[in-house]
């Protein structure tokens, strides 16, 4: 299994600031096939489903914020929030589609300073 | 926009099977572009997926190993839904449950499929110890 770990466990950030998540995968998730890497990034509110912010590491999906970005490559990903709001308050997740079992980093809590 | 909508009770006895459904609406579960999926939450496994069943000219399931020989995943074709059942459970199996659906992402390169667009709300089952 692909192992996902995520830092880091927390972290506190100013309103307006930046926000940046850190994911590392056990194995590389750059296909060869596509030239994309299977890494996927979620928001979860308390009470509710995660939601989708971003797939192919670095494509927002339909309607989430442009301040949400993805970048990296191969085992090496990143979550920014380039100007943390008040409802960006959550746990954040990666999660890798490379191969089944599709795994997931253990969250990283952000809430503000 | 696809909907999911689970079904099922949030309290199962130990050594019983714990059985929940979740009914598509906005797409189909025999849709050769999607994949079916169950994953379930707790505070001792994090996020933890389960399996997915998906039609592509026939049917296809994938499980966990942590659950294979326990678990069952079921098309309805009739009522468009799909189901979960887990054998033997434990209170190690005390976890938020979702479903969620994973649309296949076509290019020249071919299409693939396994980040969660949409999920159901969830459902807390509980097993007492």
């Known amino acids: 299994d692909i192992v996902m770990t995520q830092s880091p466990d927390s972290l506190a950030v100013s309103l307006g600031e930046r926000a940046t998540i850190n994911c590392k995968s056990s194995?590389?998730?750059?296909?060869?096939?596509?030239?994309?890497?299977?890494l996927a990034w979620y928001q979860q509110k308390p009470g509710q489903p995660p939601n989708l912010l971003i797939y192919?590491?670095?494509t927002r999906e339909s309607g989430v914020p442009d301040r949400f970005s993805g970048s990296g490559s191969g085992t090496d990903f990143t979550l920014t929030i380039s100007s943390l709001q008040a409802e960006d308050v959550a746990v954040y997740y990666c999660?890798?589609?490379?191969?089944?079992?599709?795994?997931f980093g253990q969250g990283t809590k952000v809430e503000i300073k | 926009q696809v909907q999911l909508q689970q079904s099922g009770p949030g309290l199962v006895k130990p050594s019983q099977t714990l059985s929940l459904t979740c009914a598509i609406s906005?797409?189909?579960?025999?849709?050769?572009?999607?994949?079916w999926n169950w994953i379930r939450q707790s505070p001792s496994r994090g996020l933890e997926w389960l399996g997915r069943?998906?039609?592509?000219?026939?049917?296809?399931?994938n499980y966990a190993e942590s659950v294979n020989g326990r678990m069952t995943m079921n098309p309805d074709t009739s009522k468009n839904q799909f189901s979960l059942q887990l054998n033997s459970v434990s209170s190690e199996d005390t976890a938020v449950y979702y479903c969620?659906?994973?649309?296949?992402?076509?290019?020249?390169?071919?299409?693939?499929?396994?980040?969660?667009?949409?999920w159901g709300q969830g459902t807390l089952v509980i097993v007492p110890s």
């Open positions: 999660q890798q589609f490379y191969n089944t079992p599709r795994t």
């Open positions: 194995q590389s998730v750059l296909s060869s096939s596509n030239n994309k890497n299977f």
């Open positions: 192919w590491a670095s």
């Open positions: 906005g797409d189909s579960v025999s849709s050769d572009s999607a994949a």
């Open positions: 069943t998906y039609y592509r000219s026939k049917w296809y399931t």
């Open positions: 969620a659906s994973a649309m296949s992402d076509c290019s020249s390169s071919g299409c693939y499929e396994g980040y969660f667009q949409h």
